[in-house]
């Protein structure tokens, strides 16, 4: 028992998500959960960078995304993509169709109050007010961001900083070549430089 649990425990961040697959694949009722506790976050995370900040949105995005995940998981192939990749591939798409949706909005919502760099918590141990500052000011680069970049070159930039993802994780999520993948990345932190004048690594 001793030995099963130090084997768990030492499991890559890929042997685990190949073994959630399994599970899910199996039938597994207790994966949905693992499946949910492991990518709701990061999903969640993705979407309302994507949505500018709307945080109800992103949820409908997260549950939606992990809905299909769990009907068509037998169409997953862990020879072609990672369980995260193929998530993010499926959110993308449901981003997609609500971007298109929404194509006559052009301001942020009053409910992006999320920073486009991973949405960490923001002057944390501060006043309401700085705090407040600090989340609009995000809301508004983000929009700016919007503005500036193709949807394609906004999604590179947001899988990267916001999800973490490899060049080659970000090529298959996007359906480019790596090294598309990685021109749209430097042309998407070039534009970001020079319209907010940051940097966006």
């Not at 890929?14 to 990518?39: I, K, M, P």
């Not at 960078?49 to 949105?57: H, K």
């Not at 486009?116 to 000011?137: I, K, N, T, W, Y």
């Amino acid at each position: 028992m001793g030995s099963e649990t130090a084997r768990a425990q030492s499991l890559s961040g890929a042997d685990v998500d190949g073994n959630l697959a399994r599970r899910l694949q199996q039938g597994d009722a207790a994966a949905h959960t693992d499946l949910y506790r492991r990518f709701g976050t990061p999903l969640h995370r993705f979407a309302a960078s994507r949505l500018a900040g709307d945080q109800e949105l992103a949820d409908d995005v997260m549950v939606q995304t992990l809905a299909d995940a769990v009907r068509n998981i037998r169409r997953f192939n862990p020879r072609k993509s990672d369980l995260a990749a193929w998530l993010h591939g499926i959110a993308r798409h449901r981003i997609q169709r609500e971007q298109r949706r929404q194509r006559r909005s052009t301001s942020v919502p009053a409910s992006a109050q999320v920073s486009f760099d991973a949405m960490p918590d923001v002057a944390v141990g501060g006043d309401m007010s700085s705090d407040l500052a600090a989340r609009l000011e995000a809301g508004e680069k983000v929009s700016k961001l919007a503005h500036l970049l193709s949807d394609v070159e906004m999604e590179v930039l947001v899988l990267r900083c916001v999800g973490e993802f490899s060049i080659k994780e970000i090529a298959r999520i996007v359906r480019r070549s790596e090294r598309g993948a990685e021109t749209l990345l430097h042309r998407a932190k070039q534009k970001a430089r020079e319209g907010l004048g940051t940097h966006a690594e």
